[in-house]
């Protein structure tokens, strides 16, 4: 019973580092999100897959850029990384259609030092 | 995107009814009501949503006002799980992204 899972859990970089998330999901989805959350805030959405083949901004996509491997697989990466960018990353998916909920990971821990 | 206006926080002893409300008075006609959770440590978990007719899973009730500007999502036995900060968004029938605001800290006291 995965539904969507991301890796790694935790991380630690050093700025300037690059590096990859990555999100897989088992619920042959279509549309699939990558969203940051800063504490104490809601989430914010990064950039997000409507389909295969598919990439668009969301409303923080600066410093980061995506990869729709396949249909069940989502990356972000982080090609330069910043402390602004310490934050906890969340994927989700969803089947796309009229209104369907989004499903999430348990989120990848992100700090940049 | 439709604005919502929740409080900020509440509080509900164990095992009493809660009634959590959102306004979404520029909701257009289209858009579903969706509430989701986000438990301590955790990503956001679906809880339910509606279009025009109150709803009703095992986690909660949804009751959606007849002019749609405003819902309230209803636990029906509020348990010390239930502690979480929960959110309502507008979604419109495509596949636009959630929208998340600040939601609703919703305390259990024991």
């Known amino acids: 019973n995965a539904g969507v899972t991301q890796t790694p859990k935790f991380q630690v970089l050093k700025t300037g580092q690059s590096m990859t998330l990555q999100c897989a999901q088992d619920?042959?989805?279509?549309?699939m999100y990558w969203y940051r959350q800063d504490p104490g805030m809601g989430l914010r959405l990064i950039y997000y897959?409507?389909?295969?083949?598919?990439?668009d901004k969301g409303e923080v996509p600066n410093g980061y850029n995506v990869s729709r491997l396949n249909k069940r697989e989502f990356s972000l990466r982080l090609e330069s990384a910043a402390p602004s960018q310490t934050s906890v990353y969340f994927c989700?998916?969803?089947?796309?259609?009229?209104?369907?909920?989004?499903?999430f990971g348990d989120g990848t821990r992100l700090s940049i030092l | 995107d439709a604005k919502t206006t929740q409080p900020n926080s509440m509080e509900s002893n164990e095992e009493e009814p809660v009634h959590l409300p959102c306004n979404h008075s520029t909701i257009s006609g289209t858009d579903y009501i969706h509430w989701y959770r986000q438990l301590p440590s955790q990503g956001p978990e679906y809880v339910i949503h509606g279009l025009t007719s109150n709803v009703n899973n095992r986690m909660a009730s949804l009751a959606i006002a007849e002019d749609r500007k405003s819902s309230t999502l209803i636990l029906h036995r509020a348990t010390l799980r239930d502690a979480a900060v929960y959110y309502c968004i507008p979604m419109n029938s495509g596949n636009t992204p959630l929208v998340f605001g600040k939601g609703t800290r919703l305390s259990v006291i024991a």
């Open positions: 989700a998916s969803s089947a796309g259609a009229s209104g369907q909920p989004q499903h």
């Open positions: 619920m042959n989805h279509n549309s």
């Open positions: 897959s409507a389909s295969e083949g598919t990439t």
